[in-house]
């Protein structure tokens, strides 16, 4: 080796050194995945001289995550498409580097191509890939040895960082969740009987369940107002667990049963008022304690309120068919998505139990008025129904949040709910936007939230995909992703 030559092969030593030791500092610095691909590839390229270069980085599943390309042209290959090629199979197999010739790489010629993988402990996250080097110095036709060591030391490192780099954007997202679960454990907004969670970011919501933390240790009666499906029970539920009530919680819907049967739920029944009755005792018995939820009680008749207002008074029911008091000590939560005022004005409903009830009014606000916190509530849904359903979770675009941002609910949290659990079960690995626009324009065409159950939106999509096919089964359901007899079966 000419004293040139050798002295070449000395500098590019030394600045392979140099530049393993920027690369090390500029991997462990905490960044974002893609930053450090590109600073990877950036270095690499400054040593090897390749005429090309990638890249790429998978998740957990499998799936293509960063991608850094140099030296392509035309339409450029995404990393997923990287990741099911054969190079990514033949690194599998080797499990080390690999020098190949004359082949393609992404519909890219190379005469010399050298790749390693890029792993740690066993676990394959990418890989980085050279072509055809360029000439320096002597007359190189391809890699060296030297080469082929340097690159597998840029792999290590970049293993190391990645699988560090991951766990710390793990140990961040789970450090982010128990904060988000802190601050909602402080407001009480996690404490529910049943296990459900109210999300609340939007000050307007945050001010209802904070004026709900303060009075829930208090025995005053509290009424919930707000538009149907805006949580108004969720706030019961989180009045009766901060209360410290040893009894139960009890909950009556006042506009789901007739004068004579709701009065005798509430208050009990004495055997043998009528042929076949059993005594029977009512809720303000059993809330007895604890405490009694009235959901709309804006649809209460009058002279069931009279009893009502009398019970709250005296602390003590009679049972239907009895004449005999029976002391209770529960406490009242109400809740109407009616305006009290107007109905009292109007003589339908008492204004002395108006102002009984009265003790303090929380206001609940529609969704329209708490947009903020539609991203959180989609998350919450999205996870949760996956949960219960044991199915993995979709990824939810940019687009469809901005979608459901601008959209009103007129059904509000419910009729979101609805929508996002529907979206979720006819969607494998992304939710499509176009499929939730469908299902928000289903709503506003068949009334709103009701229209927006599991069963209407599936047999309303499977309707679209048939006209889709002219009315074809066999297409159709090979559209759907289901067998003929599956949609015969579903009454197609």
């Known amino acids: 080796m000419s004293p040139g030559a050798a002295s070449f092969a000395e500098k590019r030593r030394i600045l392979q050194l140099e530049t393993l030791n920027d690369l090390a500092v500029a991997l462990y610095a905490h960044r974002p995945e893609q930053e450090l691909i590109d ?44 990741f099911s090629g054969s190079l990514w199979q033949e690194l599998l197999a080797s499990g080390q580097s690999l020098s190949l010739t004359d082949g393609t790489l992404a519909d890219r010629g190379y005469r010399v191509l050298l790749a390693t993988p890029i792993a740690y402990r066993g676990v394959y996250l ?24 340097f690159l597998e030391s840029v792999a290590a490192l970049a293993g190391v960082a990645l699988d560090g780099a991951r766990q710390l954007e793990s140990l961040e997202a789970q450090r982010d969740r128990l904060e988000e679960e802190n601050r909602a454990l402080k407001q009480g907004l996690n404490e529910d009987v049943s296990g459900q969670r109210i999300v609340a970011h939007a000050p307007a919501m945050l001010a209802a369940l904070e004026m709900a933390g303060r009075v829930a240790p208090r025995r005053v009666t509290v009424v919930v107002r707000g538009e149907s499906g805006t949580g108004k029970e969720l706030v019961a539920k989180l009045l009766h667990v901060r209360s410290e009530r040893s009894g139960p919680l009890v909950t009556v819907n006042c506009g789901s049963l007739p004068e004579s049967l709701l009065e005798s739920e509430l208050f009990g029944i004495e055997a043998g008022v009528a042929t076949g009755v059993e005594a029977r005792r009512g809720k303000f018995e059993l809330a007895d304690g604890g405490t009694l939820f009235l959901d709309e009680i804006g649809d209460m008749e009058p002279p069931l309120q009279v009893k009502l207002l009398r019970a709250l008074q005296e602390r003590e029911v009679v049972r239907v068919g009895s004449s005999e008091p029976i002391a ?55 996870e949760d129904f996956c949960r219960r359903e044991q199915i993995a979770l979709p990824r939810i675009r940019p687009a469809t949040l901005s979608l459901l941002l601008a959209y009103d609910f007129p059904g509000n949290v419910r009729e979101l709910q609805n929508l996002i659990e529907a979206a979720v079960s006819l969607t494998e690995g992304e939710v499509d936007t176009e499929l939730v626009r469908s299902l928000l324009s289903r709503g506003d065409e068949l009334g709103g939230p009701q229209a927006l159950d599991l069963v209407s939106v599936e047999r309303g999509h499977i309707g679209k995909v048939l006209r889709m096919a002219a009315g074809n089964k066999t297409r159709a359901a090979e559209l759907l992703g289901i067998d003929r007899r599956t949609l015969q079966r579903k009454g197609f």
């Open 39 to 82: 600073e990877l590839l950036q270095r690499v390229c400054a040593v090897l001289d390749p005429a090309a270069a990638v890249a790429a980085t998978r998740d957990g599943y499998g799936q293509g995550q960063a991608l850094a390309m140099v030296g392509w042209t035309g339409e450029l290959p995404t990393a997923s498409d990287l």
């Open 126 to 149: 990418g890989f980085v890939a050279v072509l055809d080097k360029e000439k320096r110095g002597e007359d190189e036709t391809g890699f060296t040895a030297q080469d082929r060591r």
């Open 328 to 382: 209770v000590d529960a406490r009242l939560v109400a809740a109407t998505h009616r305006d009290l005022e107007t109905l009292v004005a109007g003589g339908s409903f008492r204004e002395d139990l108006y102002y009984r009830l009265k003790g303090v009014e929380i206001r609940l606000p529609p969704l329209r008025e708490r947009r903020q916190d539609i991203p959180h509530l989609v998350k919450h849904f999205a």
